[in-house]
């Protein structure tokens, strides 16, 4: 059997039941949680007021600089216990994605300036690709509310980081790059914890390892994106268009068993994680020489929970941490957030989706952990830890 059509019926069938059958498939895994809760089976609550376009054109089509071509795609994971879990994605097959990527989905990495086409070629059921903080028009945005939702493909455009400057303006935009993550649209809560979310990194003019343009250096080898965040199984079990149809279908109910790093899921203990073990993959952990250019963690959230992240190097005098931009923009004193780096003294909080630069400076040679801490964001209540190193070499 090829790869692609396992990929495609997996994500599919569990749309069909769901369509089918709004008493059946919703409720396998939420149902021993919630005795109230229950979907209607009225699939013309959610078709009557989402728009819908199978391939739409784009306006304005240009020739692009970067092109990414995203396919969804449903594949199964084990989890550090030994239970399969099943994840959606993109994976970019124009940039010919090594492996299927979960979480999280392929990366768009771009240049300023950069005319950037993102292509999505949905399987049976709608997805979106929101360009979640880039400035991007409402037909390119991906926000299915306001423009609409995707059938068949749809090639988003977008100018990174200089949306308002005409294609003829060779000027680079100095305020757009950045951390970014962009993530599905389409009942969106469920859609981005299966794993429809993704990172988008713009690159100064300079190239990657200039965090903005004339702004701070750092080792490009040094570099990772960090997304970290949590799974809870029983969303997982939940049908494309869980929720949308007028019922409840339990998607206010997180309770996370598994909790990651781009990925990489912190071993377990007991059923918890283990606050013992470290995730030392490389794609996670970093390290740079003591002397040398400085590490950059682009960290996002990407869950539905606070974080406290916190260097213990700091504390020791291993590294010297400095935040140096949030969601895609520099603290370097000018408008429009007129905010300047700081050096990290205690642990940073961030709630969903927010980002966060770190440069770290490696000050004496050795590993040194990182603490990245899930609370409920209502009671505050520590579900889980991921914990990674930094390491001066
Ligand atoms: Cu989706």
Not at 369 to 391: A, N, P, Y
């Amino acid at each position: 059997m090829k790869d692609d059509d396992f990929d495609e019926r997996d994500d599919d069938d569990r749309d069909d039941e769901d369509f089918d059958d709004g008493h059946g498939a919703d409720h396998e895994g939420a149902g021993d949680r919630a005795g109230e809760q229950h979907e209607f089976d009225d699939p013309q609550f959610y078709f009557s007021f989402t728009p819908k376009i199978g391939s739409a054109d784009t306006p304005g089509k240009v020739k692009p600089d970067k092109k990414f071509e995203m396919k969804v795609y449903g594949r199964k994971k084990e989890m550090p216990d030994g239970e399969d879990v099943e994840f959606w994605g993109f994976e970019d097959r124009e940039n010919r994605a090594r492996k299927k990527p979960i979480l999280p989905s392929s990366p768009i990495r771009v240049t300023e300036g950069d005319i950037v086409h993102v292509t999505i070629k949905p399987a049976k059921r709608q997805h979106t690709l929101h360009l979640h903080g880039i400035e991007s028009d409402a037909h390119n945005d991906g926000v299915g509310h306001t423009s609409f939702e995707v059938t068949g493909s749809y090639t988003y455009q977008f100018r990174a980081g200089a949306p308002f400057r005409a294609l003829d303006d060779p000027t680079p935009q100095t305020r757009g790059a950045g951390t970014y993550l962009y993530h599905c649209h389409v009942n969106t809560t469920l859609h981005f914890q299966m794993g429809m979310y993704g990172p988008i990194i713009i690159d100064p003019t300079e190239g990657p390892g200039t965090a903005w343009h004339r702004g701070p250096t750092y080792d490009v080898d040094a570099e990772r994106y960090w997304a970290v965040g949590e799974v809870d199984p029983t969303w997982h079990e939940l049908g494309h268009q869980a929720g949308l149809k007028g019922g409840d279908a339990g998607l206010n109910d997180f309770r996370p068993v598994y909790f990651h790093i781009s990925g990489e899921f912190q071993p377990m203990r007991n059923g918890r994680t283990d606050p013992a073990k470290v995730i030392s993959s490389e794609t996670v952990a970093s390290e740079g020489r003591v002397g040398g250019e400085p590490i950059l963690i682009r960290y996002a959230n990407a869950s539905y929970t606070r974080h406290s992240i916190w260097f213990e190097g700091i504390d020791d005098g291993h590294l010297r941490v400095e935040v140096i931009a949030s969601d895609g923009r520099p603290f370097d004193g000018l408008a429009p957030n007129f905010a300047e780096p700081y050096e990290l003294t205690e642990p940073l909080e961030a709630a969903a989706a927010e980002r966060y630069d770190f440069l770290i400076t490696p000050l004496r040679e050795g590993p040194s952990t990182v603490t990245i801490r899930s609370h409920d964001w209502i009671s505050g209540e520590e579900l889980g830890l991921v914990k990674t190193t930094i390491t001066g070499t």
